[in-house]
């Protein structure tokens, strides 16, 4: 990655409706300055990892590239957890004249990983290495395409096209029950997940600048077309052990779990932003959203109800067809004021909306179901802020926040029923987790980031010394507005940690460079229900608080002109927690996070 960037307010319409803005990811570009440019790491650590990261980029005339392949595998700290993945890269560009060029890019990965399964919470407290699945696979296979053309009309106006498809495939293959205590029954078969994703959009841009008022403004309008024919089937596998992404039907005509669906969705949008510089120090930026979304889903599944001796009761495929049509229009306000040349006030407004796909109801899971009439989001982001720097001492940025969301998708608990012979929905005596449009909520809370020199404070004559504290919190808090469900209304929003902290320092001398990171995340709820955490459970896992935990991270490197050799420990107290308590793959159950461990990586650069 080059940079990591993060756009909210009327700015993040332009790249979507979702809340909170959006994070940006950047790739490397080709170097300018050099025909060929070789980087090539190799890394090794805990529990057998290796990976090896290699890449070329250079420019050559007007022909320039970028290109890496990555690889990794390793065998995880929990049995039956080993990994392997090959992921490739390039960017080629041409430079048809010096107001034209054109780029094409491709990113090709494959992953296939044993998973280990879930605990349930007493499983973990008595061994997080446990593992009592030895038949679960996962397995991504992702191929994406790209070809953009940009275009200088003139020295104010520019023009760019985006292209791009997705072809990509993604199974999950394994022994689930809602006992995630209970050991893999290796005579059954395994369940069977296929996504197929075909997907392809284009994007068109046009960026003017124009003076008003004396100074220059800017002017983005864009629109974005985005068409997919996705394909999803449940059903049973082998009852082998390996990575048999087939489906075996005969061999188990009753098995419960059976779907098969198309998704033929279609996206259009029509985006636009203006930077309105009205003085030296206040500038505002509104910007608008108009969006259509079809989604549709043709298909069916399976209702299987069997007896006590696994004999079918009932047996009969149900068609479950649909089209969703919605348009709306999305606004949003930016402004920024200069106070001095060193410190800026910032706010931002935008309305925001997800979409749910009928994808997201389909999958059947033993503990997780799917509220049919599930719908989409919708609401706002607000936040404003301070940033600015001190001298070369000190750069910080301070804001506060606010999420309304109405409609907002969320879990609870509640008892599995079913419809009997005689016709009446009676209950099965299990908790199910249940996932549906909650209620109305909102998040609210401030987060801060401060970076400190302590050398350009105590000593800023020294050019080899390099030591900076850094300092990222986040203090949150969420409450259920309003919910027709019970037991939720005055909740806290499932998975918000009241504190996330990250602070540190960074140090060094000439070329031996250093790093120390503490984080902390206070405790967190799972569901909408805010059900507490029941240690001594021994059945599920899937419900309950996320305990509060901290990690100390330390990292070394030293650099010897072309060579760089670096080491590192993650998670240096050896503490012992979990982040996540997956409904579904990889679990069910909780997914212990990992121990201490270590690595090193030497680079070569050319």
Do not use: C
Not at 77 to 84: D, L, M, W
């Amino acid at each position: 990655m080059e940079e990591i960037q993060v756009v909210r307010g009327a700015a993040s319409l332009q790249y979507g409706s979702q809340f909170g803005g959006l994070i940006n990811f950047k790739f490397k570009k080709p170097n300018p300055n050099k025909e060929i440019e070789l980087i090539s790491r190799q890394t090794v650590g805990s529990y057998d990892l290796f990976t090896s990261f290699n890449s070329l980029s250079g420019t050559v005339g007007k022909f320039s590239y970028y290109t890496y392949l990555s690889y990794k595998d390793g065998n995880g700290f929990r049995p039956n957890s080993n990994f392997n993945s090959k992921n490739y890269f390039t960017h080629l560009g041409y430079e048809i004249s010096d107001k034209t060029k054109v780029s094409l890019e491709t990113t090709f990965l494959h992953y296939l990983a044993k998973q280990p399964g879930g605990l349930t919470d007493a499983q973990f407290y008595e061994d997080p290495t446990f593992s009592n699945r030895d038949r679960n696979w996962f397995e991504v296979d992702w191929r994406l395409y790209s070809f953009r053309l940009d275009h200088a009309f003139s020295a104010k106006t520019d023009f760019s096209l985006n292209v791009f498809g997705l072809n990509a495939s993604r199974r999950a293959l394994g022994f689930r029950t809602n006992r995630v205590s209970q050991e893999d029954i290796i005579s059954e078969p395994r369940e069977l997940l296929i996504d197929n994703f075909s997907n392809w959009g284009a994007e068109a841009r046009v960026l003017t600048r124009y003076n008003l008022a004396g100074t220059e403004s800017a002017l983005l309008l864009g629109s974005k077309i985005y068409k997919t024919n996705n394909d999803q089937r449940q059903g049973p596998g082998s009852a082998a052990a390996d990575a048999d992404f087939n489906f075996a039907d005969a061999s188990f005509p009753n098995y419960e779990r059976q779907s098969q669906f198309n998704f033929p969705n279609f996206n259009v949008a029509l985006f636009g932003e203006n930077i309105f510089n009205l003085s030296d120090k206040l500038a505002l930026t509104p910007g608008f959203r108009l969006e259509h979304i079809k989604t549709e889903s043709i298909g069916s599944y399976q209702e299987i109800t069997l007896d006590l001796a696994d004999n079918p009761l009932l047996n009969r495929e149900i068609e479950d067809n649909r089209v969703f049509d919605r348009t709306f229009v999305l606004l949003g306000l930016g402004a920024t004021y200069k106070l001095s040349p060193s410190v800026e006030l910032y706010g931002n407004f935008s309305q925001n909306y997800r979409s749910v796909t009928f994808s997201d109801i389909r999958v059947v899971n033993p503990s997780f179901q799917v509220d049919p009439n599930i719908s989409d989001e919708d609401g706002f982001t607000a936040d404003f802020g301070a940033r600015g720097r001190f001298k070369d001492i000190l750069s910080y940025d301070v804001s506060i926040y606010g999420l309304y969301y109405d409609n907002r998708l969320g879990e609870i608990l509640k008892e599995e029923t079913q419809v009997n012979a005689a016709g009446e929905e009676v209950s099965t005596g299990r908790l199910l987790r249940a996932r549906g449009n909650i209620g109305t909520a909102f998040i609210y809370g401030l987060e801060s980031f401060a970076n400190w020199s302590i050398k350009e404070t105590l000593f800023p004559q020294s050019e080899k010394v390099k030591l900076n504290y850094f300092a990222n919190l986040a203090i949150t808090k969420s409450e259920y507005l309003s919910s027709e469900r019970n037991n939720v209304e005055g909740n806290e929003v499932e998975f918000i940690p009241k504190v996330n902290l990250k602070t540190g320092l960074n140090f060094g001398y000439d070329n031996l460079l250093g790093s120390l990171q503490y984080t902390y995340f206070a405790d967190q709820f799972t569901d909408a229900t805010n059900a507490p955490q029941d240690v001594n459970d021994n059945q599920r896992g899937i419900e309950g608080v996320i305990p509060a935990y901290d990690i100390l991270d330390f990292s070394l490197s030293y650099t010897y002109k072309k060579w760089k050799l670096e080491a590192g420990i993650n998670n240096l107290l050896d503490n012992s927690y979990f982040t996540r308590r997956a409904t579904g793959y990889p679990g069910p159950g909780i997914i212990p996070s990992e121990p201490r461990t270590f690595y090193t990586t030497l680079q070569f650069k050319l």
